[in-house]
């Protein structure tokens, strides 16, 4: 194509160009998903690990004071795990444990049950999609240790999908009372 008195773009000219800024606008496009993709990860890991180091503190602080503990379980399954007690805070006939009522499988919520009647979640706002449940099959969240002097808690934080963010792992609670 020729050009009229010399200046202007020739219509080729004018696709070429179209043509790259197309390609860069899906760049840029493709650039800005993966970026959201990857703070919507870390957001989700920091929110996971925060949800594990608070539910382990709450835990930690309840069980170390408790009286007259005793941890119950069925043989077959590692989350059906109780805890009976008597708390400073909640009273006597305390109950700590993971609700999966609410959630699918063997991930939940960490309750606490005062008195067989009041019901009560720990940091309930901070779990959003998140669930507390055990790490493997074999392991239990709640244990006691070979000398029955400390509670070895172990869990883990994972997603809807089961994708496990954060690990809590053979964190010993030694008894107080």
Not at 89 to 116: F, N, Q, V
Not at 165 to 174: G, N, P, T, Y
Request: with cysteine; proline share 2%.
């Amino acid at each position: 194509m020729k050009r009229v008195n010399g200046t202007g773009f020739t219509l080729v000219e004018m696709l070429f160009c179209v043509w790259i800024l197309s390609i860069l606008a899906i760049l840029v496009i493709s650039g800005f998903r993966a970026m959201k993709r990857s703070m919507d990860s870390m957001e989700e890991q920091y929110q996971a690990d925060m949800l594990a180091g608070k539910l382990l503190e709450f835990i930690t602080e309840e069980i170390r004071y408790s009286r007259y503990l005793s941890i119950e379980h069925s043989e077959d399954e590692a989350l059906s795990i109780q805890i009976s007690y008597t708390s400073d805070s909640y009273g006597r006939d305390t109950i700590l444990k993971i609700d999966t009522s609410e959630a699918d499988g063997t991930w939940g919520y960490l309750t606490i049950l005062c008195g067989g009647t009041r019901e009560y979640r720990p940091y309930e706002s901070l779990y959003g999609h998140l669930r507390m449940g055990p790490l493997d099959d074999g392991t239990p969240v709640f244990q006691k240790d070979s000398h029955e002097k400390c509670i070895v808690v172990s869990f883990g934080i994972c997603n809807e999908t089961g994708e496990v963010k954060a690990i809590v792992e053979d964190v010993h609670i030694r008894l107080l009372n």
